[in-house]
């Protein structure tokens, strides 16, 4: 089957004109070898960005992505698509920074429309109080080169005018810290365009492939067991952002991380209303964080459902929570109907912030525990992850990302809530 | 999971209960019992307290794939 041509608009104007016959499957289905240089375990965001990298950036020959379903079926299909960069940890808005950077380019690089649309990201305070941290958050990024905008009532008013902040309100709204360089990316077309630039680089993508165990003798990993059989690899990465826990399981290690749920939910279309991301993150008003789909419908999203699960169905009383605050941020939004509601797994580690690190064997790598910053990270992690697998070395990004920080108490603990996973 | 059967006061909704922590289930030793775990599809056992109910503490073993409550039991005095 032929490669999905380049795309460009004399590619558009071309099939324009050669009728049905021009378009290709963006990927087309490859056949699992034997053996591999690097075994990716998860066709997701982080499994594929890191599969491309290491193809492009590295020049490894032999890379296959293993994936249990469907390409992009995971997270990266099932959070609110919302890209930032406003953390208060050096550690975490450098590293977030670097990967907001490759989101500006990332159509470019995968000559594949993401559809990144800066629209801001508007980080609510909720009473006065609540400023002067967020004054600190932005201050801190702005010492990174990193923009950041804080705006009293009357600014935020001017930037977001469709947010009555006037309403009588038990919480009223006191200003926000607005990073305009964040904003959305659509979260599907960013799976299909890292799966078709690493296909297009040779990798291959096996999709109905689940990994069941790894083989190893002392201190190395030999392959991997799948349901399609044996898999010989020099080097294994498990990028599966939501099951890690049971990947721990698989291979005897104990793992910092617990699995919860994260639901999400959108209304039916409705004409512009919301340009921005609004987010909400007190925790006795609800948390939300709401923005309005290129399509027009209201997306929503909240905290953790609270307790370990891996149902992917979301409790209702949560639900109800996130529309609350929802509508309370935008009571326009009132009477619309949510058209639909899904849940994904998280990976929740005990500080909040990601591992990128060998684990157990030298050989085997962990791209994990994203709690909620999975979908954002995804071209830096990829990058960065895809550099640690070719050189053995992890690059300065995401050496505080390593598994013994935990141990060593070096955490990066952005939210100071202690070794509770629930309450990052 | 809609519901929880408090060994006090019956079944009440899932809002009034509180989960406050998944027990040690990687060794007792200070490090593995605050830090690590090892998932299981089939078996979670937790922490909870009836927190807008009688205040009860309670130990829930339940089966995080289906949400389903496999035992409960009222605890004593434990807390954060």
Known sequence: ?424 | MTHIVCPFCGPREIGEFEFHKTLPNAGLAPFAAAYLRVDSLTLSREHWQHARGCRGWLEVHRNPSTGAVLSIRLLGTVGP
């Open chain 1, 1 to 424: 089957m032929a490669a999905s041509p380049r795309y460009s608009a004399w590619a558009l104007l071309r099939a324009r004109f050669a009728g049905s016959g021009y378009w290709h499957p963006l990927w087309s289905g490859r056949r699992l070898q034997e053996a591999y240089d690097v075994v990716i375990v998860g066709a997701g965001g982080h499994g594929l960005a890191t599969a491309f990298h290491l193809a492009r950036d590295h020049g490894v020959r032999r890379v296959a992505v293993l994936e249990k379903r469907l390409v992009g079926y995971g997270n990266v299909g099932r959070n609110t698509t919302i890209v930032r960069s406003n953390y208060l940890y050096p550690e975490n808005h450098y590293f977030y920074e670097d990967s907001l950077r490759r989101w500006e380019t990332l159509s470019r690089d995968l000559n594949y429309n993401v559809m990144y649309s800066p629209r801001g990201v508007v980080d609510l305070a909720i009473s006065e109080d609540e400023f002067p941290a967020l004054a600190r958050r932005g201050n801190a990024m702005r010492l990174a080169g990193i923009d950041a905008e804080l705006m009293d009532l009357a600014a935020l008013e001017r930037h977001c005018p469709e947010l009555d902040t006037r309403l009588p309100r038990r919480f009223p709204i006191a200003g926000a810290l607005v990073q305009k360089r964040g904003g959305t990316v659509r979260h599907d077309a960013v799976a299909w365009g890292y799966a078709r630039a690493a296909a297009a680089l040779g990798v291959d993508i096996i999709e109905d492939c689940e990994v069941t165990g790894v083989r190893a003798s002392t201190g190395v990993a030999h392959g991997v067991e799948t349901t399609r059989g044996y898999v010989k690899a020099d080097r294994i990465v498990f990028a599966t952002a939501g099951h890690t826990g049971m990947v721990g399981t698989m291979l005897g290690v104990p793992l910092p991380i617990e699995t919860h749920l994260l639901q999400a939910m959108v209304t039916e279309p409705i004409k512009p209303l919301l340009h921005t991301v609004l987010i909400s993150m007190f925790p006795a008003h609800g948390e939300v964080y709401v923005l309005q789909s290129d399509r027009g419908g209201i997306v929503m999203g909240g905290h953790l459902d609270g307790y370990p699960s891996f149902t992917r169905e979301g409790r209702w009383d949560r639900m109800e929570d996130v529309v609350a605050a929802a509508v309370d941020l935008l009571p326009q939004i009132a009477g619309l109907r949510i058209l639909r509601q899904w849940a994904g797994t998280n990976d929740q580690t005990m500080d909040g912030c990601p591992i990128i690190d060998r684990v157990r064997y030298d050989n085997v790598f962990l791209n994990a525990g994203w709690c909620y910053g999975g979908f954002k990270a995804i071209p830096a992690s990829g990058a960065a992850c895809a550099a640690l697998v070719a050189t053995g070395t992890a690059p300065d990004l995401i050496a505080p990302f390593k598994l013994s920080r935990f141990e060593s108490g070096h955490l990066l603990d952005e939210r100071g809530a202690g070794p509770f996973p629930v309450r990052q």
